[in-house]
Nanobody, 128 residues
């Protein structure tokens, strides 16, 4: 049984930092592209960052570029999202997801239906 378990969310003031973790089990972790996505109330879910399991390539959304950093440790089956200089508009539920879909410069963010596994989400709230 595959599980993705996020942790690290919470309440932080604007300008602060959080580090989200996603521990995976039951899958060949290194083969998967891992991603962080988020969804704010009343808004469509959006990709934040992806990290290819095969090429190691990393892609960030415009809102995440320069402030967020995705990383992974295949030996620990874990992916992280380091978030700095947080803004109130970053307030969302953050999801970890895994896909065997390839990602590349022309296609950095898979569609939601392409993800094979999802975590339960962790709430991040940024106060102004």
């Amino acid at each position: 049984q595959v599980q993705l378990v996020e942790s690290g969310g919470g309440l932080v003031q604007a300008g602060g930092s959080l580090r989200l973790s996603c521990a995976a089990s039951g899958l060949t972790f290194g083969s998967y592209t891992m991603a962080w996505l988020r969804q704010a109330p009343g808004k469509k879910r959006e990709a934040v960052a992806t990290l290819s399991g095969t090429s190691g390539n990393i892609y960030y959304s415009r809102s995440a570029e320069g402030r967020f950093s995705i990383s992974r440790d295949n030996a620990r089956n874990t992916v992280w999202l380091e978030m700095n200089n947080l803004k109130p508009e970053d307030t969302s539920v953050y999801y970890c997801a895994a896909t065997l879909a390839n990602v590349g410069g022309m296609y950095p963010f898979p569609e939601d239906w392409e993800y094979d596994y999802w975590g339960q989400g962790t709430q991040v709230t940024v106060s102004s």
